[in-house]
């Protein structure tokens, strides 16, 4: 049975869930997964689609936060961010990316600008993984008229964000152009050029993440969506497109992922529109499979299940 919680509903305390199968999370929908591991438990951060029943569009107005060590047993933490907390912001929590760095956890998010229009990315900060989080800069670190390559107004969304062997942090993100740059180590300001990737048919989605010695750029290609990924050597490239990691997930249009070892495993966290029969792509869940290696180090093609 569905239950919808609204926000103004939502617990401030720990809500414990036991997944039962995918999706994971069947009280509310969850959108644009990303997870991060720290200290034996994985972190699993959400958009939350609010839409009401039948409205075909996205209302999203704060982002969820899970927590497990065992990938079954989830905690629910109390709403660790909205929208507001970006004063320079208008709406749409759309989606994010929490990483670590000397103790502290930088939550870079996907926002609509209050005043330059279109989407940009900001940064929030806090001292724990579940927040609180408060705005780290006052002002966006990417906005739209920062990148010019298309003329949409949603290219700067989908952050995502990885800090190498040797301390160098990048963010890459974008819709239509794969863009990246580096992070100062204060994590919240450029240092240096944005830079663009091209990659076959990228939408958007962009996930960096590295696996014994390679770097690996997934992403959401053409529309519906399907799950692409790029392998390199470097993190500047040159990257070799590998193909499709993950089909059209059921019945949304957008795929999102998140990729993870956890224990000795490997996982794909993404989302689909399948927990109701009119879920669709406004009503999105989060679901987890594993996820296999080669010894080549390309990656498998996911199966989706329902378990
Ligand atoms: O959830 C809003 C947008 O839909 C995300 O930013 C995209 O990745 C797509 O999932």
């Given at each position: 049975?569905?239950?919808a919680?609204?926000s ?7 809500t ?7 999706p ?10 990303a997870?991060m ?8 951060y ?6 009401p029943?039948n ?5 999203m ?6 927590s497990s060590?065992?990938m079954?047993d ?9 929208v ?7 709406d749409?929590?759309?989606?994010s ?7 502290k956890f930088?939550?870079?998010v ?5 005043s330059?229009?279109?989407k ?11 927040g609180?989080?408060k ?5 966006a ?6 990148t010019t ?7 700067d969304?989908?952050p ?8 160098q ?6 819709n ?19 830079k ?22 997934s992403?959401?290609y053409?529309?519906p969506e ?8 470097n993190i ?5 497109y ?5 089909e ?7 795929n999102?992922q998140?990729i993870?070892?956890f ?7 993404y989302h689909?529109?399948a927990?109701?029969?009119d879920?669709g ?6 679901c987890?499979?594993?996820l296999?290696?080669?010894k ?5 093609k ?6």
């Amino acid at each position: 049975t569905f239950i919808a919680v609204s926000s103004a509903q939502a617990s401030q305390t720990d809500t414990i869930i036991h997944s039962t199968g995918n999706p994971i999370i069947r009280h509310k929908y969850t959108a644009d997964p990303a997870a991060m591991v720290f200290k034996n438990k994985v972190y699993l951060y959400t958009g939350h689609d609010e839409a009401p029943k039948n409205k075909n569009g996205y209302v999203m107005h704060e982002w969820l936060c899970f927590s497990s060590e065992n990938m079954l047993d989830w905690t629910e933490h109390p709403v660790p961010m909205n929208v507001s907390a970006f004063k320079w912001a208008k709406d749409d929590a759309w989606a994010s990316q929490v990483i670590e760095r000397n103790g502290k956890f930088y939550w870079y998010v996907a926002v609509e600008h209050g005043s330059i229009p279109g989407k940009a990315i900001g940064v929030a900060i806090s001292d724990s993984p579940i927040g609180p989080f408060k705005d780290a800069r006052g002002s966006a670190l990417i906005t739209n008229d920062m990148t010019t390559q298309t003329k949409i107004s949603w290219d700067d969304i989908d952050p995502s964000v990885i800090i190498d062997d040797d301390g160098q942090a990048y963010l890459f993100w974008g819709n239509t152009v794969c863009n990246y740059a580096k992070l100062k180590s204060n994590m919240t300001e450029l240092d240096g050029p944005i830079k663009t990737i091209d990659l076959p048919h990228f939408t958007e989605a962009p996930w960096i993440h590295k696996h014994n010695g390679w770097y690996y750029l997934s992403y959401a290609y053409e529309f519906p969506e399907k799950i692409a990924y790029a392998m390199s050597k470097n993190i500047n490239g040159p990257w070799e497109y590998k193909g499709i990691l993950n089909e059209i997930a059921g019945n949304s249009n957008t795929n999102h992922q998140a990729i993870i070892d956890f224990k000795g495993k490997s996982y794909f966290v993404y989302h689909n529109g399948a927990l109701t029969p009119d879920a669709g792509s406004f009503h999105r869940s989060v679901c987890i499979d594993y996820l296999y290696y080669n010894k080549d180090g390309s990656i498998k093609k996911v199966q989706m299940t329902s378990e």
